[in-house]
């Protein structure tokens, strides 16, 4: 979640992907009060459509703005498109392409509070690219809720390959294109053939993979099954094997018995998880996971501490592998990027935000390449 906004205006953005993320929001609101006791304060997001009720009913509250509305000016009457900040203050842009979700995995209180899946056209898209690459930006990463099903509902429902396409054929200065979290059940042949050979594509996947046993992916009411990921990242690897992986997880889901969790974890080596977002389970009110057979608080924590260390263990042994090579690094501070396949690598002192340098790293040092 975000807290911004000027003296006499507060917005804060909420989340509500986990309980603890409602909690932070409730946090940064108390906070952002306490700091600017006369401002105007207002909350939009998920966490301010899901726990309507909570937030509005907070005394540090003035108001509530609907997540749809969010980014219309009129909805909040003193914003203008002029005050947003400059892009050029950022590295990379994000460019979001969807919003909404129309599955219903049974953890996931996002389709109650983002509604159905909406996509935007592929020219209205191209000119916010355009918009991105004239203030001297030289990555975009495609962002959705569910990145992959974009699409869906516009005329003729295009797959998600065909905007990825039209993004890398109409903007050739364009260097990186990367995208944030897939749905690897709705990789299309265009986005596949892309992600394998195109090199402004960056070698980079990071999947919705949620768990790596089967029993807990139908519970869960996923659409791919321990199998389908594995055959999908060995068929991507064989052709890019350079591709870092990256993908969430959820620990400790209902149900999940310590033979299940084993399958969770093997899941990591099998893959070679290297950007790992492990959440320990949180149920989240109105989603069917709920009424599910809860696993004990301290084994869900202890078995999220398990996959976070087997991912750190994975990226470690992958960033040795990645000393002494010529990665392309994108400066996002003075002295630090991320390479292509996400590593973070430092870049030397002074380098300008923004640009792309080539490093050769020599060693680790707080799980970065220096
Ligand atoms: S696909 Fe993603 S956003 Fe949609 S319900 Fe499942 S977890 Fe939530």
Request: glycine share 8%.
């Amino acid at each position: 979640m975000l807290a911004g906004g000027s003296d006499d205006l507060i917005v804060v953005n909420s989340c509500a992907v986990t309980s603890e993320a409602v909690r932070q929001t409730r946090q940064t609101i108390r906070r952002a009060r306490k700091a600017n006791p006369s401002a105007r304060l207002l909350v939009t997001g998920c966490a301010s459509e899901v726990e309507r009720g909570m937030i509005s009913g907070m005394p540090e509250v003035d108001g509530l703005i609907a997540n749809d509305a969010k980014l219309d000016p009129r909805a909040w009457n003193v914003i203008a498109p002029a005050q947003r900040l400059p892009q050029t203050r950022y590295s990379r842009a994000f460019v979001q392409v969807q919003n909404g979700c129309d599955h219903t995995c049974t953890f996931c209180v996002i389709p109650q509070g983002r509604g159905p899946s909406r996509s935007r056209a592929i020219g209205d898209v191209l000119e916010d690219v355009a918009r991105h690459i004239d203030a001297g930006l030289h990555e975009v990463v495609l962002t959705g809720v569910d990145l992959t099903s974009w699409g869906n509902d516009l005329p003729g429902a295009p797959q998600f390959g065909r905007l990825v396409a039209a993004i890398l054929a109409g903007f050739p200065q364009l260097a990186r294109l990367r995208l944030s979290s897939i749905d690897g059940a709705e990789v299309d042949a265009q986005l596949f053939e892309l992600t394998t050979v195109e090199p402004r594509m960056m070698p980079h996947v990071h999947l919705s993979l949620q768990s790596g046993d089967d029993m807990v992916l139908k519970r869960m009411k996923r659409r791919h099954s321990r199998q389908d990921a594995i055959t999908l990242v060995q068929s991507l690897r064989e052709r890019r094997p350079e591709i870092g992986l990256g993908a969430d997880m959820i620990a400790g889901f209902p149900t999940e018995s310590e033979a299940m969790h084993r399958n969770n974890l093997s899941i990591i080596a099998e893959l070679g998880i290297v950007h790992g977002h492990v959440f320990p389970f949180s149920p989240r009110p109105g989603t069917p996971a709920v009424r599910m057979p809860a696993v004990d608080p301290t084994r869900v924590k202890s078995r999220a501490a398990e996959l976070r260390k087997a991912v750190a263990e994975q990226r470690e042994a992958w960033l040795q592998t990645l000393i002494g090579e010529r990665l392309s690094v994108l400066a996002e501070t003075d002295d630090s990027g991320h390479a292509e396949n996400f590593a973070p690598v430092k870049v030397p002192k002074g380098t300008r935000r923004g640009t792309i340098v080539t490093v050769t790293p020599s060693r680790i040092e707080q799980g970065t390449l220096v």
